[in-house]
């Protein structure tokens, strides 16, 4: 059996809900034989590590080392890992462990996140009861199934916030088949938002971006949105309804708000909810049913999407646009996440 290099992980732990990560170590899970020992070098910092420190999604199990968009190189590997070298530039997304069994219906239909026996980064417990910690640390130890091969093309601290923000919002793109000439409307230009409207439009779609926020008119119409439109501007918004074919939603929408959104959709047009806001949602029966639009959720991406997500963007060019903090000022560049300063994700640097 290989033995781990680093036997003791030290990374920044939240110990109790709140916006603060402290000096923390563990003691990490023997090193399996299908298993890759990864030295980090960049972590991303994703809405979804708030949300779980802050404990807004209930659940959470401290102490937690969050980060689940980690870029690094391989410092040891299990026996049976033959598509890994030490040395390798490589990246792990928001799950480290499927069954990937042929009885097993989501691990056989590209649906490995919704995997039964699946493991996420963080904040998840393997089947032997350990807890799996994230990227705000020094090292991880994950299956090699869900690590992967960074394009040389793509800077590593670009490639951070691929693993699950890129991910997220091309999933479904892949899945509900976006094609050229579509009509997309992206909401919310942010950390999400701002990656779906490159990728939409490297697959050809007309994008139409929807924000509160005029000062990213520009921005937009750069990333390569056919239109900007300011959602306080009524003209603006009455000349896009009924004219979309998809609608994702990446930021916190009110619950209120989805009658307006499903008003924006051409018949049987799709609304595609990415962020995970607090409350219900509530719309109309009647805007449902007389515009015959269906709503629904994309998760994150398993295996094979990530790989497509990290090749399209190699060969699109598709980059987030970032700031970068030193792990150890982790803290302010939590807090600046949190009060919505980012532009437009945040890389720790290790």
């Known amino acids: 059996m290989v033995e781990g290099k680093i036997n003791k992980i030290h990374g920044w732990a939240a110990m109790k809900p709140g916006i603060k990560v402290e000096p923390w170590s563990y003691t990490p899970r023997p090193l399996g034989e299908n298993d890759v020992e990864i030295k980090i070098e960049y972590s991303g910092i994703c809405g979804s590590d708030l949300h779980t420190i802050k404990e807004e999604w209930g659940g959470t199990s401290y102490p937690a080392i969050v980060g689940h ?21 490589v990246g792990v997304g928001a799950q480290v462990y499927a069954c990937h069994r042929k009885d097993c219906s989501p691990c056989n239909n590209n649906l490995d996140p919704h995997c039964p026996r699946g493991v996420f980064t963080y904040n998840s417990k393997y089947p032997d009861g350990e807890q799996a910690q994230g990227g705000y640390a020094e090292a991880v130890r994950v299956d090699a199934k869900y690590v992967f091969h960074i394009p040389s093309s793509i800077d590593p601290s670009h490639a951070a916030p691929l693993m699950c923000a890129g991910t997220t919002v091309f999933a479904p793109m892949l899945r509900k088949g976006v094609k050229k000439g579509d009509k997309v409307g992206v909401v919310g230009i942010g950390g999400l ?73 051409d018949f049987e047009g799709i609304v595609v909810l990415l962020a995970l806001p607090e409350g219900h949602m509530t719309f109309s029966p009647f805007e449902f049913v007389f515009n015959e639009v269906a709503i629904t959720g994309s998760l994150i991406g398993g295996v094979n999407i990530i790989k497509q997500t990290l090749e399209f963007a190699h060969k699109h060019n598709i980059r987030p646009i970032i ?11 939590l807090q600046r996440m949190d009060d919505g300063k980012a532009r437009y994700r945040i890389v720790l640097t290790h």
């Not at 968009?69 to 530039?89: A, Q, R, W």
């Not at 005029?214 to 009455?238: M, P, Y």
């Not at 700031?323 to 982790?330: G, L, R």
């Open 69 to 89: 968009e980690i870029i690094g190189k391989v410092i040891t590997k299990g026996e049976k890992v033959s598509e890994f070298n030490e040395g390798d530039l």
């Open 193 to 265: 938002g701002h990656l779906a409207i490159q990728y939409a439009r490297a697959l050809g779609a007309e994008v139409y971006a929807f924000s509160h926020s005029s000062n990213k008119r520009e921005q937009c119409l750069e990333l390569g949105a056919s239109k900007f439109i300011l959602t306080s501007n009524k003209e603006e918004v009455d000349a896009q309804r009924h004219t979309l074919d998809y609608l994702f939603i990446t930021s916190n929408a009110k619950s209120n708000q989805y009658n307006e959104f499903i008003s924006w959709m």
């Open 323 to 333: 700031e970068k903090y030193p792990i150890d000022d982790v803290n302010n560049a």
